[in-house]
Each structure stands twice: as C-alpha cells, then as structure tokens.
C-alpha cells in the first residue's frame, strides 16, 4: 500500500482526497521510482479543486513534478538507486502523477537530476522555474538582450514569474515585474525587479497599438493581459506566452505583429523535447543559488496537499510549494 493525493469522479461527484492505495493500481511503466519529493503547481491546483478541466481519467493522481529514486528498471537507460526528474508529459493528467509514494514510469519521460542539484533543490525549481527558463531563452533565440531594454514579467509572485524575474536579473535584464499583489513588492525587489507594476495597468481592453516601452515579456496570465502587452512591445521584440490565468482567449489584433514585427512565441512545457528540457535544466542549476531557491519556495506534507491547493486557487500562495512525500 502507498500513500497518495487521489482524485474521484464518479455519481457522486468530484472529490480529492489522501488515501492508501494498493501500488497495484499504478499504470504500467518501465521504470518504477519511490518519489522523494513533488510540488504542487497552479495546474496540479485545477485539478485537485475541480476548477478546470485538467484531468483525463480518473481515478488519478495528480502532480506533474517528481523527483525520486529509481526502485525497479527495464529500461538500460536507468539502473537502481539512479536519482531522476520528470515534469510534465501529461503525468497527473492522463498517467498517475508525483503526489505518492511511488511512480511508474516510462523512461522515455525522465532526465537524471542535475549533479549540481539537490532533490529537493530541484523540486523547488520544478516545472515553474523550467519552464520560466524556457521562456527566456525564448526571448535570447529571437535576440532580445539586456542592452535592448526593459523585459515585463506578468504574474510575477507566481512560480513561474518568480523564477523568471530572478533568472533575468542573474543574466542581467532590466525586469519589470507584474503582480496583484504589491504588498510583495519587497519580495519581487529581492528577486531582482528594478519596478513593480499593478497588474490592473495591464487587465483591461486596451488599444490595439500603445507606446513602444518593453523589449520582450513573459506572460502567464493570457487574455487582455496578453493582449496588451504585445501592443506595447518595442519593434522586433518578443512575447513568450506560457500561461492563462485570466483566460485563454485573445482579444487582439494582427497590427503589433505586422507594424512591429513582434514574435509571440508559445512555450509549451509538457512535451517538450528530452533535448531541450536537458538544456534547460543544465542552465538553471548555474544561475540560481540556494537562498533564491529558499526565498522562492515553501515545503508542506502530502496531507497538507489538498488544502494548500485551494490557498493557491484563492491567490493566498506565493512562489514554489515543495511537497516532501515523507514528511
């Protein structure tokens, strides 16, 4: 029997709940982990709460991060006692996620952890801040340097815009951090933000070209907010676009982008290549330091998982929260 987040839909409705499962219900995998720690991301929050369409099937155990220790391998790319990653690949989606004890696997879905990082440390990070530096070395690929100008950083005190704002600091960019929270603005300096904006500047239907102020974005939020910003990105700049808070529509317009010649590049994280994710996290393990990671993240238990989940829903959670499957 394991211990794991699970999550019901049946006539009696939708419900997430802690139980002990027979591990025999886990999906077939050639790789069989003990999960020393997962997280608990904004998508893993839909889920459990039931506030968007996230899972497939059920019953399913959510969690689309893990770190852990390899128990059992058919697979010659991973031997026992190997310490490996996985994030995304529809894990706590379609295949039973992080949030237990154990996981099976295909070995195809999993990166050996950086040597310079800890499994914790890697769970701090986790898809957040992977796909955060996805999302910059979109900006780097389409040219957008520090010498071009101010980067815009939306939905800053999330995971995702927290590392975001804390890697282009350490590259040195010029960060303007977006956030509904200004209460946070001291936390958002800490990280590297040289200005905290009210992200009401940003949410509203706006026009469809305003003044030319930021160099490139990364943006989580989606909607008028993403709208918005790729009216007012400077000639050639770029928008890496990872994310709907406010929605997944877009109401804009094709001048920005045939005016200005602005890039909006899509950053998906889930299937992304084995390449890309290795480059990712080959970058991240040197540019963020152990007390960023600290500053960012919060750990809390696998029983704790359910009612931080709709903290997080209700905006109450800032940055990473670590879930340390044995504690």
């Given amino acids: 029997m394991i211990s794991a987040v699970v999550i019901e839909k049946d006539e009696q409705g939708y419900r997430s709940s802690l139980q002990n ?4 219900l886990l999906p077939e995998g050639d790789v069989s982990v003990e999960v020393l720690y997962s997280t608990l991301n904004y998508k893993d929050a839909l ?5 968007g369409p996230v899972v497939r099937k059920f019953p399913m155990i959510p969690g689309i991060d893990l770190v852990g220790k390899v128990i059992h391998s058919d697979s010659d790319k991973f ?5 490996v990653l996985l994030n995304g690949f529809g894990v706590g989606e379609t295949h039973m996620g992080g949030l237990a004890e154990k ?3 295909s070995s195809d879905w999993l990166i050996p952890l950086p040597k310079k990082l800890s499994p914790k440390q890697a769970m701090a990070i986790g898809t957040a801040g992977y796909t955060a530096m996805l999302c910059v070395m979109a900006l780097e690929k389409n040219g957008v340097t520090p010498e ?3 980067v815009l950083v939306t939905g800053a005190n999330g995971g995702v815009g927290s590392f975001a704002v804390a890697i282009l600091a350490k590259l040195g960019y010029q960060v303007v ?10 936390y958002l300096t800490a990280l590297g933000a040289k200005e905290i904006i009210d992200r009401k500047t940003l949410s509203e239907p706006g026009r469809p070209l305003a003044k030319e102020r930021w160099a490139g974005a990364i943006d989580s939020i989606g909607s008028h907010t993403l709208a918005n910003i790729c009216a007012s990105i400077k000639y050639g700049g770029t928008v890496a676009a990872c994310g709907l808070a406010q929605g997944m529509d877009l109401p804009s317009t094709v001048m920005p982008f045939i005016l200005r010649g602005v890039t909006l590049a899509g950053i998906d994280s889930v299937m992304r290549p084995l390449e890309d994710r290795t480059e990712a996290w080959q970058r ?3 540019l963020l330091s152990d007390s960023v990671l600290n500053e960012i993240s919060q750990t809390i238990s696998l029983k704790e998982v ?21 504690k």
């Avoid at 359910?306 to 044995?326: H, P, T």
């Fill in 21 to 24: 499962i027979d591990e025999k």
């Fill in 47 to 51: 889920a459990i709460t039931g506030k």
């Fill in 79 to 83: 031997s026992k006692d190997d310490l």
């Fill in 103 to 105: 996981a099976t696997l």
């Fill in 148 to 150: 071009k100008g101010e």
């Fill in 177 to 186: 951090a977006s956030t509904g929270r200004l209460d946070q603005s001291e």
């Fill in 284 to 286: 991240i393990e040197d």
């Fill in 306 to 326: 359910i009612e931080v989940a709709n903290q997080l829903m209700d905006g109450q959670v800032r940055g990473r929260v670590i879930v340390d499957i044995n």
